[in-house]
């Protein structure tokens, strides 16, 4: 194998979108014919928003020209609260 491994940008978001999908896709155990359109479009406003505004990281795996593994980290804030004031 020939690994690269590459910070995903806004010119991956078609890949980061199919590879979510696909992943949601095999943890609930749906079929193809479930359909995913209003997932896939959200997913996709996601990470148009998210990669913009640094909310959101992800990286791709290559295997040459075929992307074999993508991995993400989400940044939030959570409120302060009186156990975790920070």
């Given at each position: 194998m020939n690994l690269t491994y590459k910070k995903a940008t806004l010119e991956d978001i078609d890949i980061l979108t199919a590879t979510r999908i696909e992943v949601l896709r095999a943890a609930n155990k749906l079929s193809d014919d479930v359909d995913m359109s209003e997932?896939?479009?959200?997913?996709?406003?996601?990470?148009?928003?998210?990669?913009?505004?640094?909310?959101?990281?992800?990286?791709?795996?290559?295997?040459?020209?075929?992307?074999?593994?993508?991995?993400?980290?989400s940044f939030f804030q959570v409120m302060p609260t009186y156990h975790n004031p920070s």
């Amino acid at each position: 194998m020939n690994l690269t491994y590459k910070k995903a940008t806004l010119e991956d978001i078609d890949i980061l979108t199919a590879t979510r999908i696909e992943v949601l896709r095999a943890a609930n155990k749906l079929s193809d014919d479930v359909d995913m359109s209003e997932v896939k479009k959200q997913s996709y406003d996601y990470y148009n928003k998210a990669l913009r505004n640094g909310t959101h990281i992800a990286y791709l795996v290559f295997d040459k020209s075929r992307v074999i593994g993508a991995g993400g980290v989400s940044f939030f804030q959570v409120m302060p609260t009186y156990h975790n004031p920070s």
